[in-house]
């Protein structure tokens, strides 16, 4: 009798008791959201450096001083702060945040670790709508300018998504057909961009060209609000479907087993997708490589996890387009280079890199 219990006893070691499997489940969460914790205290360093960096001599005191006692400065010093240097640093924050968000929803619903919230083209389309406000006088509008070149971009922008979502739809939405699609657009609609290029005077052609360059210079606090606004609405959706998204990482038959409609759930990811580029693209011009790049550094801290890998993605998106923003202004003494051109210079060895790592696994 005794030795079947000590049989018993032993054959108990080497199975892992509900207690530990408790534990090492609450140790899981809590690395990560430590990691999410630590993150955002480097988005927070980061925000605050950037905005007190800048051509004009305001310092990091000089921003702290702005914070807690605004009276204290002069007016000069206050349209510079408020005006300019913190919306610009949000602006940052939330493009960054919108096109990180959507890129990790891409990449998990199309399994291409290359797909970004451009694959689809829309991008594209947002340059060819600012390429066209551009080229023609809106003078006779009650509004201004600077209202219908982000109208346009966005309208265009999300009329190009849709498009691609309608076709997806009518072929059922497999990998394939919205990444051809997409491809298809991004050609055709650049194709078109240049065909606009050519065709306008010089003071046309060199802004479109330094709209597609992408730049935070236009940002406002009501510009701000619209692309927060728009990010605040969409992550909630993403969430609900974070564990949807976890399990069709293991395949997508797998997913099917268990109850998830695939083509479903990656038509709305291509909604919320098109919602988010368009309104942040609509304000900044083309800014690529933040949706590719921050999700694929949220995948290496946190994991596949999409409770912690959603909200990791946006985070290191609004990181990495902050730190640009830093480097926008950091590079030349006393220029600001359009923030595309700086994503673009980080962007691409990542993006070789990538490719390269993919076919070593290949």
Known sequence: MMSTELKVDGANDGIPQPTSLAQQYRSFVLKRLMLLIAMAVALLVSWTVDTATGPSLLGLEKIIQALFSPQSLDAVEQVIIFDVRI???????AVGASLGLAGAEMQTSLNNPLASPFTLGIGAAASLGAAVAILFDWSWLPFGFHFVL??????????????????????GASVNTVILFGISLFFALNALVSLLMFI?????????????????????????????????????LS??????????????DQARSIGIRVER?????????????AVAVAFVGEIGFVGLAGPHIARLLLGEDHRFFLPGSAIAGALLLSLASI?????????ILPI????????????ISLILSQKGRG
């Open 87 to 93: 919306p610009y640093a949000l602006m940052a924050v």
């Open 150 to 171: 982000p109208l346009f971009a966005f309208l265009f922008a999300l009329a190009a998504a849709l498009l691609v979502v309608m076709l997806s739809r009518s072929q």
């Open 200 to 236: 306008a005077d010089s003071n046309a052609l060199q802004q479109i060209v330094f709209w597609t360059m992408g730049s935070l210079a236009r940002a406002n606090i009501e510009k701000v609000l619209v692309v927060l606004t728009a990010f605040a609405i969409c992550f909630p």
């Open 239 to 252: 969430w609900r479907q974070a564990w949807a998204m976890t399990a069709i990482r293991s395949g997508e």
């Open 265 to 277: 759930m990656r038509l709305m990811v291509l909604l919320r997708v098109s919602v988010l580029t």
């Open 327 to 335: 480097a926008s202004k950091s590079l030349i003494d006393g220029v």
């Open 340 to 351: 595309g051109i700086v994503t673009s210079l980080i962007g691409i060895p990542f993006f």
